[in-house]
């Protein structure tokens, strides 16, 4: 009889996990006063509750300036162009990471070029980032991925040596702190998303941050149809409509009064995770960075080893997890298996004149390509918002996915 609840075993966590996004009569009181207040819009921009979760926000993390827009792709989109970058331009990002960090790139004209990431971190690698850059490198965007940081010590420094624009992909980093530093707090700017499956979430929704008076102004401006932002200014700027609706900055603002507790929770059951899940034979664990000093994680990557799970992969695994009632996905894909990222495949002009940074046969990310496709699982946040069972339940169900695994092969 099979063990595996994929297979029609018992399944080690029939009840699941915490529903996300979590929410209470607070949240319905917040959007039910801003409807009744009757200014639902972001305009004139910013709304007074987008204003103050903007700014709420940027204390929380530690910057001066935040500016609140409709999804934390445009605010990549924005911070980018907000710095003049555009065509011709590179933009230096990690081989792994969702599409919107390198689609950014794209949509302000510049060409995304990527670089393979730490093996021990998953985010990008520092001294890959220092190889690739040329005369057109105007920007590299790390992604503090899963529940690590990016190297913030030698990225900070590469990006000071080259004079190139540090924007951070902080859509995994709510709360995450370096060395006592906000995620987000290191460049020109630091970009969030407030999507639904994210730890500060209003279902969608995009956070900016910047220190940096006149860069906020032009975000202002960008995501407001070009109005003029700066006393001084007369015109308006080329720009588009990214502002967020009042009900949205409602609902982030009761999102932020929880987040703390919420924080502190993952943190203290992730490390229980990594205590107990580290003798799991075929299962490798990557601690926190050390030089994190808040752990704030979104979700946690693990890699398994396809060997001790008779040969299976990331995704069946995954499968195999998500019948035991343990929230797990496969994650990214390497950047190279994109067609949009390739120009024999997509229709990009910017590609036809720096082709051979977009080779195909030039594009080889060895831990990209291995994690993407074979070894990463990025437990569920709410794994992590059970209490001890929650744990002891996911650590189980690994295991138990670990002994069982020839049954997986027999599909
Ligand atoms: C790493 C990363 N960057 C950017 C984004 C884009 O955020 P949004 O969905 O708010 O556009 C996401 C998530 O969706 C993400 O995971």
């Not at 339940?393 to 138990?400: F, G, I, R, S, T």
């Given at each position: 009889?099979?063990?595996?609840?994929?297979?029609?075993g018992?399944?080690?966590?029939?009840?699941?996990y915490?529903?996300?996004?979590?929410?209470?009569?607070r949240?319905?009181?917040?959007?039910?006063?801003?409807?009744?207040?009757?200014?639902?819009?972001?305009?004139?921009?910013?709304?007074?509750?987008?204003g103050?979760?903007?700014?709420?926000?940027?204390?929380?993390?530690g910057?001066?300036?935040?500016v609140?827009?409709?999804?934390g792709?445009?605010?990549?989109?924005?911070?980018?162009?907000?710095l003049?970058?555009?065509w011709g331009?590179?933009?230096?990002?990690?081989?792994?990471t969702?599409?919107a960090?390198?689609?950014?790139a794209?949509?302000?004209?510049?060409?995304?070029?990527?670089?393979?990431?730490?093996?021990?971190?998953?985010?990008?690698?520092?001294?890959?980032?220092?190889?690739?850059?040329?005369?057109?490198t105007?920007?590299?965007?790390?992604?503090?991925?899963?529940?690590?940081m990016?190297?913030?010590?030698?990225?900070?420094?590469?990006?000071?040596?080259?004079?190139l624009?540090?924007?951070?992909?902080?859509?995994?980093?709510h709360?995450?702190?370096?060395?006592?530093?906000?995620?987000?707090?290191?460049?020109?700017?630091?970009s969030?998303?407030?999507?639904?499956?994210?730890?500060?979430?209003?279902?969608?929704g995009?956070?900016?941050?910047?220190d940096?008076?006149?860069?906020?102004?032009?975000?202002?401006?960008?995501?407001?149809?070009?109005?003029?932002?700066?006393?001084?200014e007369?015109?308006?700027t080329?720009?588009?409509?990214?502002?967020?609706?009042?009900?949205h900055a409602?609902?982030?603002?009761?999102?932020?009064?929880?987040?703390?507790?919420?924080?502190?929770?993952?943190a203290?059951?992730?490390?229980?995770?990594?205590?107990?899940?580290?003798g799991?034979?075929?299962?490798r664990?990557?601690?926190?960075d050390p030089?994190?000093?808040?752990?704030?994680?979104?979700?946690y990557?693990?890699?398994?080893?396809?060997e001790?799970?008779?040969g299976?992969?990331?995704?069946?695994v995954?499968?195999?997890l998500?019948?035991?009632?343990?929230?797990?996905?496969?994650?990214?894909?390497?950047?190279?298996?994109?067609?949009l990222?390739?120009?024999?495949?997509s229709?990009?002009?910017v590609?036809?004149?720096?082709?051979?940074?977009?080779?195909?046969?030039?594009?080889s990310?060895?831990?990209?390509?291995?994690?993407?496709?074979?070894?990463?699982?990025?437990?569920?946040?709410?794994v992590?918002?059970?209490?001890?069972?929650?744990?002891t339940?996911?650590?189980?169900?690994?295991?138990?996915v670990?002994?069982?695994?020839h049954?997986?092969?027999?599909?």
């Open positions: 009889m099979a063990e595996l609840a994929l297979r029609g018992t399944p080690v966590r029939p009840q699941g915490p529903e996300w996004p979590a929410h209470d009569e949240d319905v009181e917040a959007v039910a006063a801003a409807v009744r207040g009757g200014r639902w819009g972001g305009f004139p921009e910013p709304g007074p509750l987008a103050e979760f903007a700014a709420r926000f940027a204390a929380y993390q910057s001066r300036h935040g609140v827009m409709s999804n792709t445009v605010t990549m989109e924005v911070a980018l162009k907000a003049g970058i555009g331009d590179e933009v230096i990002v990690p081989a792994l969702f599409a960090t390198p689609y950014a794209m949509a302000a004209g510049a060409l995304p070029v990527f670089c393979d990431v730490d093996p021990d971190t998953l985010t990008i690698d520092p001294a890959r980032v220092e190889a690739a850059v040329t005369p057109r105007r920007a590299v965007m790390p992604v503090h991925l899963g529940h690590q990016a190297d913030m010590d030698r990225l900070t420094e590469v990006a000071r040596r080259h004079s624009a540090l924007v951070e992909d902080c859509a995994h980093a709360g995450q702190r370096w060395r006592d530093r906000g995620a987000g707090c290191f460049g020109e700017f630091g969030f998303s407030h999507q639904s499956s994210k730890t500060l979430t209003a279902g969608e995009g956070s900016l941050l910047t940096d008076e006149q860069l906020a102004r032009r975000a202002h401006s960008l995501i407001d149809c070009g109005r003029p932002k700066d006393p001084d007369k015109d308006h080329f720009g588009s409509n990214y502002r967020l609706g009042e009900l409602a609902l982030l603002l009761v999102a932020l009064e929880r987040f703390p507790g919420q924080q502190a929770e993952r203290a059951a992730g490390r229980r995770f990594q205590e107990l899940a580290r799991i034979p075929g299962v664990l990557l601690p926190p030089r994190i000093s808040r752990w704030s994680f979104y979700r990557v693990l890699l398994v080893e396809p001790a799970f008779a299976a992969g990331n995704l069946a995954c499968e195999a998500e019948a035991e009632g343990v929230g797990a996905w496969e994650g990214y894909p390497p950047m190279s298996r994109y067609d990222f390739q120009p024999a495949l229709r990009l002009p590609a036809v004149e720096h082709a051979d940074r977009l080779d195909p046969a030039a594009m990310f060895p831990v990209a390509e291995r994690v993407g496709l074979r070894q990463g699982v990025y437990l569920d946040e709410n992590f918002r059970a209490g001890e069972r929650g744990v339940d996911a650590v189980e169900a690994l295991a138990k670990q002994r069982h695994a049954e997986l092969a027999a599909d």
